[in-house]
């Protein structure tokens, strides 16, 4: 079985270093570096941690508007897509990467995978709801985290090429949980005890009155915070004259490898974010999470009283970490460990009938 296997984005670098490594057992697989993320410290830097194989095609695409970007990402893709004939194209979660990789594999013989289908935050304005919706109508073999994706995925009418191996970013942490002290570098000390803070969607980074009330609520907080804090962060936090909110009790810094963030995930005594990612790595490893936006798509863990969605508001964000310190108990959710090997055996199937 021949695999083009697309990722651009760090989520999709955790995702794919737990199917790669199942795929490359017995099956050829070549990777794909659109080049969304770039940055070293948001790219390279997970491929060697988590044992990445080096990407057979890395695009570099870059930074663009979002129909600049996705355009040349496809015309970069069909290429690949004609050379390498696979059997399968399989792409991950919601990023443009995903959508440019769904769109290419769509109009070509090649089976389309989506690993992360079903999942929805409902809200329109997100690019990352338009591409996973988009995605999961023109995948044909679809792979839910859990049972209330396959749910929605059914309320959408999609029923076939649908299962559910669980969540692979789990099987990601669990085989490098092992590994964190000698994989955590040389990065500074935090505090006993301390907040995890990140912050890097657009809704929030490029409207200064919602990175200003972020900024205020962490600020705020009985517990010092620490912020790896992403470059345009960075840059809004400046340009915006926010960086000078900033109090002592606010650690500012560099962003992180994979091994590295997920202790300081595992060490915090709760994580402030608005990423989807670091939501179910929080969960994964009990830590309370409060999300910095107004919906999410990971809708279990709020239902399970270990995420709280409080948007951009100080107030909610301050009484929302002081409460995380109760949580309930917690409910397993998204499978065991051993997602990437139900996803491998599927798609051999698939094929092998095809």
């Known amino acids: 079985m021949k695999v083009v296997s697309v990722v651009g984005a760090r989520p999709q670098f955790v995702k794919a270093a737990a199917v790669s490594r199942r795929l490359r057992d017995a099956h050829d697989e070549r990777l794909v570096h659109t080049g ?33 970007q996705t355009a040349e990402m ?49 809200d329109r304005s ?43 970013m789990y099987d990601t942490l669990l085989a490098i949980r092992d590994r964190l002290e000698t994989l955590g570098g040389d990065e500074p000390s935090v505090p006993d005890e301390y907040v995890l803070a990140t912050v890097h969607r657009a809704k929030n980074t490029d409207d200064p009155d919602r990175l200003e009330a972020i900024v205020d609520g962490l600020t705020r907080l009985e517990r010092p915070v620490v912020f790896p804090a992403h470059p345009r962060t960075v ?42 990612g670091v939501q179910k790595e929080a969960f994964y490893l009990d830590t309370p999470c409060v999300t910095l936006r107004d919906r999410t798509e990971w809708t279990a863990t709020v239902d399970a009283g270990w995420n709280d969605l409080v948007g951009a508001n100080a107030d909610r964000i301050v009484d929302a970490v002081r409460a995380a310190e109760n949580p309930p108990a917690k409910p397993d959710l998204y499978g065991n460990g051993n997602a990437a090997a139900r996803i491998v055996t599927t798609l051999e199937r698939h094929v092998d009938n095809g």
């Open 36 to 68: 969304q993320h770039y940055d070293p410290e948001l790219s390279a830097v997970f491929f060697d941690e988590l044992a990445l194989p080096e990407p057979a095609y890395h695009l570099g695409v870059g930074s663009a508007p979002h129909a600049t």
């Open 126 to 168: 997100m690019p990352e709801e338009v591409n996973r919706r988009l995605t999961d109508h023109a995948a044909d073999l679809l792979f839910a985290p859990g049972p209330d994706a396959k749910r929605t995925l059914e309320r959408e009418g999609i029923t076939e090429g649908v299962s559910v191996p669980g969540d692979v």
């Open 74 to 122: 496809m015309t970069a893709l069909e290429g690949v897509v004609e050379d390498e004939s696979p059997d399968v194209v399989l792409v991950y979660g919601d990023t443009n990467s995903t959508l440019a990789g769904a769109l290419v594999a769509a109009k070509s013989s090649a089976t389309l995978a989506h690993v992360e289908a079903g999942l929805r935050s409902h």
């Open 235 to 276: 840059d809004a936090l400046h340009d915006y004259g926010i960086w000078e909110r900033l109090t002592a009790a606010v650690r500012v810094v560099d962003p992180v490898g994979y091994a590295r963030f997920i202790g300081l995930v595992e060490g915090a005594t709760c994580v402030a974010t608005d990423s989807g």
